[in-house]
């Protein structure tokens, strides 16, 4: 395919990848924090509250590498759609488990959903599949960014959600999955029909033409490689830590806030806030990696974070500080997200790219769920002022790792006689 046509299917491709995350972001609101409520109901106790992020963020991080590897085998579209398709009989067990009262149902269907955040996961490295001479940045970022519309939208339909919920008859709370389910039929729809051609394969057929050998794909090789490629493990452990402290601090809010009296409205507008700040300014920090660089963008992250912790933390009694702090919670693990994510992309062979992404993925959610798991039980025994000052530990690690890793890139450079190190450190 020529130059020409390779930039026409990436636009195409970035359109449609965005449309689809449109789509699916209605569910992200809804799973955590109707998902915190409903485990804290259907189990009897606020420590099974972060119950809801764990088990979503572990089926997260469960379906993220095979996942990755339907896609590396049949491609991006197949991957995409069957995550999204997944996530609709999460979000239907939802109601069930409701409706009979089952807790551990509860934790299955958040487990299932956990496949629609793992699709959603994948397509913003999708947007990075077709090797054009763009910086893969913005486009990265662009993706994450279409995510903000139904993921900020989502927690605000808590109230309409329960009016249709009344109307079907279904259970207390659980009206709101029912938007789930028809964003991620459409989803699945935008995905299979959209991605032809696919990138992915796209993308491989080239790599193919040029390496003129069959890549491996194991968890060993994807390992075998972070190790050849340091650089490319400082932006999994970068990702992975980021998202720990974010899930563990927001799966937390919704039952601090209705602790203080706030109504499910305040949530849902407490959540929106936090949303708007993971995904509507990811191209800035998507162009902001492509300038200065990605390892200063995760710094600046991690800066935002203590920011963040400090002000939602010290702040606890008051909605308003809280929601501030979870603003800027959602802005730091965006510059965290996007710039890692961009970093990775560029920081491995092309043949091991999906393998190392779909590894990327299942860490970063593995370290979500450890702190959805923690993050109950610290706030029984530290108060939620507690809990934000503990997740500023592995905020420092990465931090003092991002000095260190920006060191050994400039030496790198400078030996190399560049400003940078786009590719294989």
């Known amino acids: ?19 689809g995350q449109i789509l699916g972001g209605f569910g992200l609101g809804s799973t955590l924090s109707i998902g915190a409520l409903l485990a804290a109901e259907l189990s009897g106790t606020v420590a099974w509250s972060g119950a809801a992020a764990t088990f979503s963020t572990l089926g997260t991080a469960v379906w993220a590498i095979p996942l990755a590897r339907l896609a590396f085998a049949k491609g991006r579209r197949v991957a995409l759609a069957l995550g999204a398709a997944l996530a ?32 959603s996961l994948q397509a913003r490295f999708a947007a990075t599949d077709i090797p054009t001479n763009k910086k893969v940045g913005k486009d990265l970022s ?66 193919t033409d040029k390496l003129q050998t069959k890549p491996k794909v194991s968890l060993r090789s994807a390992f075998s490689t972070l190790r050849q490629y340091p650089v490319a493990a400082y932006a999994i452990v970068s990702i992975a830590l980021s998202h720990m402290v974010m899930v563990a601090v927001m ?87 996007v ?44 108060m939620f002022t507690g809990l934000n000052l503990i997740t500023l530990v592995p905020v420092t690690a990465i931090i003092v790792m991002s000095i260190f890793i920006g060191s050994y890139r400039a030496k790198q450079a400078k030996s190399a006689g560049i400003e940078d190190l786009p590719v294989h450190e």
Do not use: C
């Open 88 to 119: 609709i009989s999460g979000a239907t067990l939802v109601i069930t488990a409701a409706s009979v009262r089952f807790f551990p149902l509860l934790l299955l269907a958040l487990f299932m959903l956990g496949a629609g955040s793992a699709a």
């Open 339 to 382: 710039s890692g994510s961009a970093l990775l992309t560029v920081s491995v062979p092309v043949d091991q790219k999906t393998n190392v992404q779909g590894l990327s993925d299942s860490l970063m959610n593995l370290s979500g769920a450890f702190g959805g798991a923690i993050a109950g039980s610290l706030v029984a025994l530290f």
């Open 251 to 337: 799966s937390m809010t919704p039952v601090h806030v209705t602790s203080h009296g706030g109504s499910l409205v305040v949530v849902g507008f407490v959540i929106s806030l936090h949303i708007l700040g993971m995904y509507a300014f990811a191209p800035l920090f998507g162009i902001l990696s492509d300038k200065i660089g990605p390892v200063k963008t995760i710094l600046a992250g991690q800066l935002i974070f203590v920011a963040a912790l400090l002000i939602a933390g010290l702040g606890s009694e008051t909605h308003e500080t809280v929601t501030l702090g979870l603003f800027l919670l959602g802005l730091g693990w965006s510059a965290a997200t």
């Open 142 to 207: 662009l993706v994450v960014w279409a995510t903000t519309i139904g993921a900020v939208t989502g927690p605000n339909l808590f109230g309409p959600g329960e009016v249709v919920g009344n109307w079907l008859g279904l259970p207390e709370l659980t009206g709101p999955f029912v938007f789930t389910i028809a964003a991620q039929l459409l989803a699945t729809a935008v995905f299979w029909f959209g991605l032809r051609p696919d990138p992915l394969l796209v993308a491989k057929q080239i790599a």
């Open 1 to 19: 395919m020529s130059e020409n046509g390779l930039e026409f299917l990436q636009k195409r491709t970035v359109r449609t990848l965005a449309l």
